[in-house]
């Protein structure tokens, strides 16, 4: 039987109809082949997107989103050693109202080399997101600025969500987060944006803005507290430019940067419709370098959606994952709580569940013993729970076992994971299939399943 994880989320209506059909006919690219390798030892047998946030497969936050949006198309893009899951996940799981096709590329395909794979599929504007992308953002909101400015490229911005570890700070975890930060500059006044880069891109933390933006452009708010939610509409024309370019191998680090310094250049991509050219306009090849100071044309159109009035977060990291995990559980992220708790069947389980769970929620066919107590964390299904456990600020995947008297603070238990009586673990990661045997102290450490603790 197909599973069914999300209920209806419901939003304020009053968008143009016109709007709803433009997204009915508009496909969304959902870009699913990342490693996760920032994610530790949870994705060496599971794609990240398929990892549970508060015990729904990530993925599914997106595609509810733009179910919500009336997009009929989606293109879910992944690599070829994945494809099992995915298909098996997408067999077992109803997506009505939808149409989810899947797209295999080879293990080492960047994402603008993933877009320009399926270029044939994209035949007028289109969405571009990230599998990692939690939100409740209105899509027709950030549609209607991509609409009204007539823009190429229209970004949601959203507050960054990095938790990147202070200076002497060993949690395994947080320190996952170096590294993660953008530099995002915007106009506030027009919400033109006008630079948009990865910290780790950037060197010396040197930015660099083309002079004849800043001409247009004097009053600019360059920010490191706002982050790129990898959540883009192109119009069409962009999908030729990616195919013209093969040498243009990532999205978010050459080609929405390349669309940005074109802005007010005098000289366009030759795949730039020419019935969209000014009479002023030239053409040339893909180039980052030309620096016109009297360039007075406004061609190429870049544009931001900020959105900070409710949910918008992106699990880049293991610490942004558990986080997103926690918040769910306390009830913060109400636009995005989907899930519906089991009841469990038998009465006593019932009773010490409802005792034991505060600013928590569970999967299916728990089993909890005497005087538990579970703080702001995520149980997945199957999970069992021996007397005296405490556990606060942790995500304890599906089938794990839990042994008498254990404390678990702050951590991310993988699936199938045995932890013995009397053992403490802090600031920790196991990995799938581990094994902590009784008694053992952890903290702040990477368990992996070949080396019982």
């Known amino acids: 039987m197909a599973a069914s994880y999300l209920h209806e989320s419901v939003h304020a209506v009053g968008a143009e109809e016109s709007q709803r059909s433009a997204f009915e006919e508009m496909v969304c690219i959902i870009m699913a082949g990342g490693v996760g390798s920032r994610m530790g030892p949870l994705t060496t047998d ?3 997107c398929m990892l549970p946030v508060a015990n729904i497969p ?9 179910k919500n949006s009336k997009f009929s198309r989606v293109i879910v893009v992944t690599t070829y050693n994945w494809q099992s899951h995915f298909q098996r996940h997408f067999e077992h799981t109803q997506h009505q109202d939808i149409n989810v096709e899947l797209s295999f590329v080879s293990e080492d395909t960047d994402t603008a080399d993933a877009l320009r794979s399926i270029a044939d599929k994209i035949s007028t504007d289109f969405v571009v997101m990230s599998s990692d992308l939690i939100s409740d953002v209105f899509v027709h909101h950030v549609a209607d600025i991509h609409r009204t400015k007539d823009a190429d490229l229209t970004a949601l911005i959203c507050p960054s969500n990095i938790t990147e570890g202070k200076e002497g700070d060993n949690s395994k975890i947080s320190r996952m987060d170096v590294g993660l930060h953008d530099f995002v500059g915007i106009d ?3 919400q033109r944006l006008v630079y948009l880069q990865s910290a780790a891109d950037v060197e010396d933390d040197s930015i660099v803005i083309k002079r004849r933006i800043m001409k247009r452009h004097p009053r600019i708010s360059i920010t490191k507290s706002l982050q790129d939610a990898f959540f883009y509409i192109f119009r069409r024309w962009v999908i030729d430019l990616v195919v013209d370019n093969e040498s243009m191998s990532s999205i978010k680090e050459e080609l929405v940067p390349f669309l940005i310094s074109k802005q007010y250049s005098n000289t366009l991509p030759k795949s730039y419709p020419s019935a969209l050219h000014s009479s002023s306009s030239g053409h040339q090849d893909l180039t980052y370098d030309d620096e016109e ?17 409710g949910v918008c977060s992106r699990a880049r990291s ?48 728990l089993s909890f013993g005497d005087k538990c107590a579970i703080k702001q964390s995520v149980l997945g299904n199957h999970v069992k729970l021996g007397n005296g456990v405490k556990i606060a600020q942790s995500v304890i995947m599906d089938h794990v076992t ?12 993988g699936k199938s994971t045995v932890i ?8 920790s990661v196991t990995a799938p299939k581990s094994q902590i045997k009784e008694g053992a102290e952890i903290k702040s450490e990477i368990v992996e399943p070949t080396a019982e603790m």
């Open 46 to 48: 599971t794609p990240k």
């Open 58 to 66: 990530l993925i599914e936050y997106q595609l509810q989103l733009l």
């Open 188 to 190: 506030n006044e027009t």
């Open 293 to 309: 100071e009297h360039a007075d044309n406004d061609n190429i159109r870049c544009f931001a959606y900020v959105y900070k009035d």
């Open 318 to 365: 293991l610490a942004s994952w558990k986080q997103l995990n926690v918040d769910i559980a306390r009830g913060a992220l109400l636009g995005v709580c989907y899930y519906t708790q089991p009841e469990a069947e038998d009465e006593n389980q019932q009773a010490l569940q409802a005792k034991a769970m505060h600013d928590s929620m569970g999967g299916q066919g």
């Open 402 to 413: 839990v042994g008498d008297n254990v404390s678990i603070q702050n951590c991310v238990i």
């Open 420 to 427: 013995c009586s009397k053992s403490s673990l802090k600031a």
